[in-house]
């Protein structure tokens, strides 16, 4: 990573790492940022590379890169809960195996430990050529919308299917293509979330179509110290589409952590 990540940071005390989805931006958790904020924490939201005011990477795709870029933007923090949403739960898995000591605690929205089978690894490959070959992205909206957004939330709320299609649309094609090669090319996590004994919390939407509650449901098995949880009426982007929800269930969650985190 050449330059360093645009990154929201509000509040003082332990830090909180909010990693966001694919191919949205910091923006994502920003119902979440200040009341997170008000409870005594630093809130740290970066833009992955390419996404947002970051700049493209220059590192050959793969989210050990990823990782190392956010881990550059935390600078000397010590030990920081982190959580992340779909391919922000992939990343946060990535950092618990580059620094587990330093992971605090482990928030996984929406997302799963496992590699992608063969199948899926060279479909994401296929996009990635397609939009570095049309420049654009705004294509990918009709196969988007409907497995990043529940039922509920296309049926209900116009102005949230607007601001995430706006999110794709914008989306540059090379922060695209390199993400997508990234997840392409990610490790089977399970391992991981295995040998991690912190305190962890899982979370998906109840019409989450991409990660549904069975992935949910197989890393808090794998995790020894971890809190399941359901976010009903919420698609793939739970964090967007049931702001209020997620933010309770993380403010529940980090609670009890903050008086040992100091
Ligand atoms: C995301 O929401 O980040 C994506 O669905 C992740 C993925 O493509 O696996």
């Given at each position: 990573m050449t330059s360093p990540l645009a990154c929201t940071d509000r509040g003082s005390g332990p830090v909180v790492l909010l990693l966001h989805a694919f191919p949205c931006h910091r923006h994502m958790w920003r119902e979440q940022v200040d009341p997170i904020a008000s409870l005594g924490w630093r809130v740290l939201v970066p833009d992955l590379p390419g996404f947002g005011d970051s700049p493209e990477a220059v590192d050959e795709p793969s989210m050990t890169a990823m990782a190392r870029g956010v881990l550059e933007t935390l600078g000397e923090t010590d030990r920081f809960v982190v959580g992340g949403l779909s391919m922000g739960g992939y990343l946060a898995m990535e950092i618990l195996r580059q620094v587990p000591a330093r992971v605090a605690a482990l928030m996984l929205f929406d997302t799963k430990a496992t590699a992608d089978p063969e199948a899926a690894r060279l479909g994401r490959l296929q996009v990635a050529d397609r939009v570095e070959e049309a420049?654009?992205?705004?294509?990918?909206l009709p196969e988007m919308i409907p497995n990043l957004l529940g039922d509920t939330t296309r049926e209900t709320r116009p102005d949230l299917v607007a601001r995430v299609s706006k999110w794709i649309a914008c989306a540059r094609p090379g922060a695209v293509a390199w993400a997508q090669r990234a997840m392409a090319d990610r490790p089977d996590s399970r391992p991981d979330l295995a040998a991690y004994g912190g305190p962890s919390l899982v979370a998906c939407g109840?019409?989450?179509?991409?990660?549904p509650r069975a992935d949910a449901a197989e890393m808090a098995g794998l995790l020894r110290n971890s809190r399941l949880e359901t976010i009903s009426g919420s698609g793939h982007l739970s964090a967007v589409e049931r702001p209020e929800d997620v933010t309770r269930v993380i403010a529940d969650f980090i609670g009890p952590l903050r008086p040992v985190l100091g």
């Open positions: 420049g654009r992205t705004g294509f990918l109840d019409e989450d179509r991409i990660t």
